[in-house]
């Protein structure tokens, strides 16, 4: 579902080192099998006897048939290392990253930065994530700071319901940044894109394009700011151009997206949602998806019942994953995920000196750049002879 600039079988291999490194696996105890590993990670079994094979030949692990694999030595692999750097020895930092999920379309690049800052700095990172589920991040939180982490970034599950665990590392003063969205009525620090100013880009776009029924198709915007500021920039272009917004034509409850470790996504249930919005509203010329899978299932929709993309129907939406040759482009709203790797590791390194820890740390929004592909064009004439 996503690509990562290495083979999956290494991205196996460093997670589950930095987890012995880092003294979560200690010399001695059980790391999980291949099938265990390819449940968790949802990749194959040979991709997970790759990543231990791995670990064995750095004598790190030993694999005993019929029993399992075992932590071999553990000495002098802690995140108080000593590392030398330009400047000399000093001790490795180790942070945590707590994330919902990732793939393609949103994520690896961001972790992809925060890896090579962390590389940079001569410091760990180790990633924990949360599938939307508060009860699984507010155990990784936990069991973060029970390891002893020098600090924490966090792409927060929900918004107003904020964990408790994240409310306790604010009342210490805790070394913190959140990512993409910020928590309300909460003081700490957060970097994510202007997702007002980025919706108004997407949805000018459209009108500038000579379409005023446009579709909002999102995933249930409950406490969710990220989601609650696009609504926002969209509503805004509207008045700026002075177009009425026919809320009768956004579809909110699109919910195969939304992260869940315990349940595969019904697509076929949603794409039927979009099919019977658009039989009920035939006149809408547009559809704004909040992320790029809703627009996919949008663009599967509008094929379905007949209409091409972008002659009769066109489509934005929010992040895509990087382009190949030959395939049809979404136009899509680019979040700088590069850019906001560094803000918030930069951020968390200033938290952890304590040169931000007497100020109220401030909310860093980010630009996002539009990209326009095959999927947007002006109303047809057709279409405008029908509608008029």
């Known amino acids: 579902m996503f690509r990562l600039s290495k083979p999956l079988y290494k991205v196996l291999y460093e997670n589950i080192k930095k987890d012995i490194v880092s003294g ?76 919902t999920d990732f793939d393609d379309s949103y994520g690896t690049e961001l972790i992809s930065s925060l890896e090579k800052c962390s590389t940079k700095h001569s410091s760990f990172l180790i990633l924990r994530r949360s599938f ?5 991040e507010e155990r990784a939180i936990k069991e973060l700071v029970e390891l002893g982490v020098d600090g924490l970034i966090v792409f927060p599950s929900q918004a107003e319901y904020f964990s408790e665990e994240i409310l306790k590392l604010v ?32 949805t000018e776009h459209l009108l500038e394009l000579g379409h005023k029924h446009i579709a909002l198709l999102t995933p249930p915007p409950t406490d969710t700011t990220a989601l609650e500021d696009r609504i926002e920039g ?49 006149y809408i010329t547009a559809l704004f998806a909040a992320e790029y899978y809703i627009a996919l299932m949008a663009k599967k929709a509008v094929k379905e019942l007949g209409m091409r993309v972008p002659e009769d129907i066109s ?66 004439s057709k279409k405008q002879n029908k509608l008029s």
């Open 24 to 99: 979560v696996y200690k010399e001695g105890d059980r790391v999980p099998s291949e099938k265990e590993l390819s449940q968790q990670y949802g990749v194959s079994r040979i991709t997970t006897k790759k990543a231990l094979e791995l670990l064995a030949g750095d004598d790190l692990i030993t694999r005993q048939p019929g029993r399992g694999s075992f932590v071999k030595r553990a000495s002098g692999f802690n995140h108080k290392m000593k590392v030398n750097n330009q400047k000399g020895e000093q001790t490795a930092l180790l942070f945590g990253l707590v994330i």
């Open 132 to 136: 939307g589920k508060p009860e699984l």
């Open 171 to 202: 009342i210490k003063k805790f070394p913190l940044v959140l990512v993409d969205r910020h928590l309300k009525g909460i003081s700490t620090a957060s970097v994510s894109t202007d997702n007002v100013a980025a919706a108004k880009k997407g």
């Open 234 to 282: 969209f509503v805004q272009a509207h008045a700026e151009k002075g177009v009425m917004v026919d809320r009768n034509l956004w579809l909110n409850n699109i919910t195969s997206t939304l992260p869940n470790a315990f349940r595969p996504p019904n697509f076929t249930q949603d794409i039927k949602k979009i099919k019977d919005h658009l039989v009920k509203f035939p």
């Open 315 to 380: 489509i934005i939406c929010f992040d895509s994953p990087p382009r190949r040759i030959g395939d049809f482009h979404l136009t899509y709203l680019s979040q700088d995920q590069e850019k906001m790797g560094q803000k918030v590791f930069d951020l968390l390194l200033k938290l952890k000196s304590k040169e931000e820890q007497e100020e109220t740390p401030k909310r860093l929004l980010l630009d996002a750049s539009l990209v326009v592909g095959d999927s947007t064009a002006e109303v047809s």
